[in-house]
């Protein structure tokens, strides 16, 4: 993957991305073992479970607001801010003794982040524009998520040899001051981003208006959010499966894991060779499907070699769903409304987490869980047939439609010369206020 990296510019911002994970990583292993001791062992899971509804409220609720709040903020400026701002939060967490005082600041370092990661995907296409070099760039952003959640775990155990818990908020926030430096050395060109003239509540809701509103984006919801009511259960479940399978979960949890990262890291690296041959549509769809058809064999016990590669095929079918949202979220968009796009995918699809969470967690423990975990199997198989009913298999870019509202002297037809009546003509199409609506029975749009 040298093209991605071979750009100067997303050299940086990758190790940034890379830095402010890790930071992530670590203030998620500090707040638990702060709910142990502010709550000891018969309030520590109510604790930190309230704090992870918060970070989940936070992304569902602010992202839209706070990209339209950011609009007219050039993009580096507003990124740094955004990093200081999480590193000045983690600070005083490592002394709070109360509670609400945790949740508070952890709240809104959390409603940072909803402003921070969609602008900073966002970014990511205008500098990487050949499409080969963006899907690199998707591929090793999944990498680092995925090694991410396999050595923060590794790294908290080094460093709690070494300095006690609460420090671990200090070490976090050295991740962030590591991820500023690298946003002031990536050499961005400069950009300007005029306040739009638009209401912010017109631009609050821009995102969400043209994502609801593009067929091929309804269809990438659904996928995502079919695979997130099943790969719930792995996250939350198998702790829980790890225990009651083999009673040794402190080996058996963290291998079952590793397993999945493996799977999803592999991959990551094969997706690129493997987009340059399917379409976005077949490879996320395809990643669903395959996940739902692995669940069942959980059924059948399979004796441990055999269930370290199921687990190693979810987290495969995992990053083919979820790798190449970003391809899509560009497809679908102009490029003056793509943060509002990404913040629209981070907002929708953190809801569905929102909903697959509680749902995995609640059936594992009503019914046997590798039942439930069947069930869902269903229900995310069931979730990516709808997509591919939904996101049409013709999914052209260049789309003809028409403008008769519009006087032939409009600049949207200046250089765009008419082809037929009522201003039809073709190009790229995107939902935005020209074009408000997308009409899915021939692909004609009228103003």
Not at 185 to 198: E, F, I, T, V
Not at 319 to 330: D, K, Q, R, W
Not at 401 to 416: E, S, V
Request: hydrophobic share 55%.
């Amino acid at each position: 993957m040298t093209g991605a990296l071979g750009h100067p510019v997303f050299r940086w911002l990758f190790a940034a991305q890379v830095l402010s994970l890790l930071g992530i990583g670590l203030l998620t292993a500090a707040l638990a073992l702060a709910a142990y001791r502010i709550g000891g062992v018969a309030q520590a899971g109510l604790l930190l479970g309230g704090i992870f509804l918060l970070k989940m409220l936070a992304y569902v609720v602010l992202a839209p607001l706070a990209e339209a709040a950011l609009a007219g903020v050039a993009r580096r400026p507003a990124l740094i801010g955004l990093d200081a701002a999480r590193l000045a939060l983690l600070l005083p967490l490592a002394f709070l003794t109360a509670w609400w005082h945790v949740a508070l600041l952890t709240f809104v370092f959390f409603a940072a982040s909803a402003a921070f990661t969609p602008l900073f995907q966002a970014l990511i296409p205008t500098i990487l524009t050949d499409k080969p070099a963006y899907t690199e760039g998707l591929a090793l952003s999944r990498l680092a998520s995925t090694f991410e959640s396999m050595l923060s775990p590794v790294l908290v155990g080094l460093a709690l040899l070494l300095i006690p818990a609460p420090y671990l908020f200090i070490l976090a926030a050295l991740c962030f001051v590591g991820s500023i430096a690298c946003l002031l050395a990536a050499p961005l060109a400069r950009d300007a981003r005029p306040k739009p003239p638009q209401p912010f509540a017109q631009r609050a809701t821009r995102g969400i208006r043209i994502y609801l509103q593009t067929p091929r984006l309804q269809g990438l919801l659904t996928a995502h959010f079919g695979l997130s009511l099943a790969m719930a259960w792995v996250l939350v479940n198998t702790v829980v499966y790890a225990g009651a399978r083999f009673g040794e979960v402190d080996i058996w949890y963290p291998a079952l894991m590793a397993a999945f990262g493996a799977g999803s890291a592999a991959m990551a690296l094969y997706l690129p060779r493997l987009l340059t041959r399917w379409s976005e549509r077949r490879v996320i769809t395809t990643g669903g499907l395959a996940f739902a058809a692995l669940t069942p064999l959980i059924l059948f016990t399979p004796p441990a070699p055999v269930l370290l590669a199921l687990w190693a095929g979810f987290g495969a079918a995992a990053s083919l769903t979820l790798t190449p949202g970003g391809l899509v979220l560009i497809r679908s968009a102009a490029e003056a409304n793509r943060p509002s796009v990404f913040a629209a995918q981070f907002s929708l699809s953190h809801a569905g987490w929102l909903v697959a969470y509680p749902l995995a967690g609640w059936l594992g423990s009503a019914i046997p869980p590798d039942h439930a975990l069947a069930l869902l199997g269903v229900a995310c198989g069931a979730m990516s047939l709808a997509a591919l009913r939904i996101w049409p298999a013709e999914d052209l870019e260049i789309r003809p439609h028409a403008h008769p509202d519009l006087p032939t002297d409009h600049p949207h037809l200046h250089d765009i010369a008419p082809t037929g009546p009522g201003n039809l003509h073709r190009h790229v199409f995107h939902v935005d206020d020209l074009h408000p609506r997308w009409d899915t029975s021939n692909g004609l749009h009228a103003t």
